[in-house]
């Protein structure tokens, strides 16, 4: 598995690499798909070169993508082994112009993420991780392990575009804010200590927490659902995920401090 790590670096960079080409550069084709999300010329070409790069690292495993038609239950149910993609997540960030989106790759063995790469392309930074590896982070070649942060006061990632209220109303416990844009950077905050939280309320793919999932792990945190259950993969006929949080150090009392039933009135 190591062994597909350092190629999939570098095809997650040739993928964030003909994003910047098309971001800030007159018409990004934008459109919208049939589930409502927008979709863009620098989605497609992202997925182009990860699809056709990953196809020739390694024929036999098959591919999952948000940019591809997704096979039904029964033809993918049996795959042990799969890519899942993420070419570009934030595209509305990206339409933006914040800067704040990343290309996501995950290895999926047997029902769970193994391997993990998201490149943020707009600061040349890439997060990595494999099981029972480690975590890491590298920036201008220079790369070092991440690890969540030891409890202290809470810190929460948000979406600059998300009214806090949203998210609020699920915890119990004070807390500050730092703002980051894409689903997979607001994980990598987390991983990396910037962040000790974050609460997504709202429609996502699985694609959107393969890759965090392994590197928020790895990094001594963990991914579930809303109801404090492990996330799924390849399990069901929908890839939609459910609401999800993104924890920190495991000493925190989590179950605690977040209440998925307590809405606001």
Same mark, same amino acid.
């Given at each position: 598995?190591?062994?597909?790590?350092? /190629?999939?670096? %570098?095809?997650?960079?040739? +993928?964030?690499?003909?994003?910047? $080409?098309?971001?800030?550069?007159?018409? =990004?084709? !934008?459109?919208?798909?049939?589930?409502?999300?927008?979709?863009?010329?620098?989605?497609?070409?992202?997925?182009?070169?990860?699809?056709?790069?990953?196809?020739?690292?390694?024929?036999?495993?098959?591919?999952?993508?948000?940019?591809?038609?997704?096979?039904?239950?029964?033809?993918?149910?049996?795959?042990?082994?799969?890519?899942?993609?993420?070419?570009?997540?934030?595209?509305?960030?990206?339409?933006?112009?914040?800067?704040?989106?990343?290309?996501?790759?995950?290895?999926?063995?047997?029902?769970?993420?193994?391997?993990?790469?998201?490149?943020? /392309?707009?600061? %040349?930074?890439?997060?990595? +991780?494999?099981?029972?590896?480690? $975590?890491?982070?590298?920036?201008?070649? =220079?790369? !070092?392990?991440?690890?969540?942060?030891?409890?202290?006061?809470?810190?929460?990632?948000?979406?600059?575009?998300?009214?806090?209220?949203?998210?609020?109303?699920?915890?119990?416990?004070?807390?500050?804010?730092?703002?980051?844009?894409?689903?997979?950077?607001?994980?990598?905050?987390?991983?990396?200590?910037?962040?000790?939280?974050?609460?997504?309320?709202?429609?996502?793919?699985?694609?959107?927490?393969?890759?965090?999932?392994?590197?928020?792990?790895?990094?001594?945190?963990?991914?579930?659902?809303?109801?404090?259950?492990?996330?799924?993969?390849?399990?069901?006929?929908?890839?939609?995920?459910?609401?999800?949080?993104?924890?920190?150090?495991?000493?925190?009392?989590?179950?605690?401090?977040?209440?998925?039933?307590?809405?606001?009135?």
């Amino acid at each position: 598995m190591n062994k597909l790590l350092e /190629p999939c670096i %570098e095809l997650a960079q040739s +993928a964030g690499a003909a994003i910047m $080409a098309i971001y800030k550069h007159g018409d =990004i084709g !934008q459109q919208e798909k049939s589930d409502h999300t927008p979709v863009t010329k620098a989605d497609l070409a992202a997925n182009d070169v990860l699809v056709a790069g990953l196809k020739a690292l390694a024929p036999d495993i098959p591919i999952m993508s948000e940019e591809t038609p997704i096979p039904a239950l029964a033809d993918r149910q049996d795959w042990q082994r799969y890519w899942l993609l993420d070419p570009m997540d934030g595209t509305g960030e990206f339409i933006l112009e914040s800067g704040d989106f990343a290309v996501n790759i995950a290895l999926i063995e047997n029902n769970r993420p193994v391997l993990g790469v998201i490149y943020w /392309p707009a600061k %040349e930074t890439t997060y990595f +991780a494999s099981y029972q590896n480690g $975590a890491f982070k590298r920036v201008a070649g =220079i790369e !070092q392990q991440i690890n969540v942060a030891t409890p202290d006061n809470l810190t929460l990632a948000v979406s600059r575009r998300q009214k806090i209220e949203a998210v609020s109303q699920y915890l119990n416990a004070q807390f500050t804010t730092v703002a980051v844009g894409s689903c997979s950077l607001k994980a990598c905050i987390v991983a990396e200590g910037k962040a000790d939280c974050f609460l997504r309320i709202g429609p996502t793919g699985e694609w959107d927490t393969g890759a965090s999932q392994i590197i928020v792990e790895e990094a001594g945190g963990c991914i579930t659902d809303a109801e404090f259950n492990p996330l799924t993969y390849n399990q069901r006929e929908s890839t939609e995920n459910p609401d999800f949080i993104v924890m920190g150090h495991p000493d925190w009392e989590w179950q605690k401090m977040i209440n998925p039933h307590q809405r606001a009135l």
